[in-house]
């Protein structure tokens, strides 16, 4: 797994890598019903399992391993995990977080298979598995209590731990990559982080790492209020292989981030904009062909290095960027200017 770094480096510096899509939006158009979630594993489990949409991977494995391979058919060099609710935080919603191992296992295997396969059929385009490690469905910077600011409902060592546990469950399945990725927290991103790397010490491992903020709203800031430079700032010693932002917004709204991440990072850059915004039926309405529109432009103006779709986007609009940066020259990551670069909410560069 750790010799995947140098090959993942050499492909990035020759050409734009395409990420897949959104594995929700896909779930949604099987219209699977509360016993397919539950399977027969879990047919007695006591609470609803429906819209837990990583248990699948042990209880409908032939949806998730049909959606990988449709990313992967419309062009998609990394895959990422059906994992963004693998953590006990997010499972103990269903009363399921002592099975987060296996969950997070078998997403990554699920994935891994899909990816060999495709790489044995065209040695020369390999498919690389990014192991996801999302947000969770706590903040450990910002109070859940109104009239209490001090309040947390979680804190940096429990998410370590959490983080920890993940991280070693999607290696175990055989990722390439590590993505921590929908950070509208970056104190929660630097627990997983932190996790990361002390999996990797203790366990004698060493994947890439990649990390993607979200920008919430038109404010042009995370959830716990950080600039796009300030997010930046705030994990560069991190050393990731990529940085960039996802979720949230459309490839229109969120282009003006797009440019500042590209002007600061000294790595490479990623970015999975959603299909728009979604409409008062909760559906997104961009179209395959909008959305390579403007992430053709971004590669053009030399923002990217890894492009792909979250939220709303489908197999079509992976095609359609993927054919709309082919030929399109990577961005260069910025040279180490050895600056002092602090952050609170704003970046502080001296």
């Known amino acids: ?166 991280t070693r469950a999607l290696i175990a399945g055989g990722v390439d990559l590590i993505l921590i990725e929908t950070v509208f927290d970056t104190l929660n991103a630097k627990a997983a982080a932190f996790a990361v790397d002390q999996v990797f010490e203790e366990d004698g491992v060493r994947l890439p790492v990649m990390i993607s903020g979200t920008i919430t709203d038109a404010s042009g800031r995370t959830l716990s209020g950080q600039t796009v430079e300030a997010f930046y700032n705030s994990l560069r010693h991190v050393k990731p292989l990529s940085i960039g932002l996802n979720c949230a917004l459309g490839p229109d709204a969120l282009r003006p981030h797009v440019e500042d991440m590209a002007r600061v990072a000294e790595f490479f850059t990623s970015f999975h904009p959603n299909a728009g915004l979604p409409n008062e039926m909760g559906e997104y309405d961009m179209t395959p062909d909008e959305m390579a529109a403007h992430v053709r432009e971004w590669a053009e103006s030399g923002f990217v290095n890894i492009v792909g779709g979250c939220c709303g986007s489908t197999p079509a609009h992976i095609r359609a960027i993927a054919e709309a940066v082919q030929g399109q020259p990577p961005r260069q990551p910025k040279a180490n200017a050895h600056r002092l670069r602090l952050s609170g909410l704003e970046a502080f560069n001296a």
């Not at 049909?66 to 060099?77: C, K, P, R, T, W």
């Not at 969950?103 to 990014?130: G, Q, S």
């Open 1 to 166: 797994m750790s010799s995947s770094r140098p090959a993942i480096v050499d492909l990035l510096d020759q050409r734009i890598l395409i990420l897949d899509g959104a594995m929700g939006t896909m779930i949604q158009r099987y219209q699977l019903a509360e016993e397919d979630y539950r399977g027969d594993r879990f047919k007695d489990w006591p609470s609803d399992l429906k819209g837990n949409n990583d248990l699948l991977a042990l209880t409908k494995p032939e949806v998730i391993r049909g959606i990988h391979e449709q990313y992967l058919e419309s062009g998609a060099d990394i895959l990422e995990t059906n994992t963004f609710n693998g953590n006990r935080l997010s499972q103990a919603d269903y009363g399921l977080q002592d099975h987060t191992v296996d969950i997070v296992t078998a997403a990554a295997r699920l994935a891994r298979e899909v990816a060999d396969e495709w790489t044995a059929k065209t040695p020369d385009k390999p498919r690389f598995v990014a192991g996801v490690l999302g947000p969770t469905s706590k903040t450990a910077s910002i109070s859940p209590e109104v009239n209490d600011p001090g309040a947390r409902n979680t804190s940096f060592d429990e998410l370590v731990v959490i983080y920890a546990e993940a």
